[in-house]
């Protein structure tokens, strides 16, 4: 088994930035994909970013491309996802996740969830 605790949410101004981390345990995430998500009021869960277990296959939705970085160390079993440039849009619970092999973007697809973890971004 594998747990998932997010960590690093909270309220924002528009424009300024925050760093989410997401800490693994229960074992290595050897050969995982990893994953954030998020899920705004009425919308559904969509992936906004992923990284490969090297991190050299790393996966940005359109609308947060250059503004989000994702990042993972695999000593410390643990995601992290800078985000900059915050909008208003960009409010929801963030999620992480895992999954073992490739790259997906289905919520389906990922096994392991962490209980997520608000970002509000006031205007």
């Known amino acids: 088994q594998v747990q998932l605790v997010e960590s690093g949410g909270g309220p924002v101004q528009t424009g300024g930035s925050l760093r989410l981390s997401c800490q693994a345990s229960g074992r290595t995430l050897w050969n995982y994909y990893m994953g954030w998500f998020r899920q705004a009021p009425g919308k559904e869960r969509e992936q906004i970013a992923a990284i490969s277990w090297t991190g050299d296959g790393t996966f940005y939705e359109d609308s947060v491309k250059g503004r989000f970085t994702i990042g993972r160390d695999n000593t410390k079993n643990t995601m992290y996802l800078q985000m900059n440039s915050l909008k208003p849009e960009d409010t929801a619970v963030y999620y992480c996740?895992?999954?073992?092999?490739?790259?997906?973007?289905?919520?389906?697809?990922?096994?392991?969830w962490g209980p997520g973890t608000q970002v509000t971004v006031s205007s």
């Open positions: 996740a895992a999954r073992i092999g490739s790259h997906s973007r289905a919520v389906r697809d990922y096994d392991y």
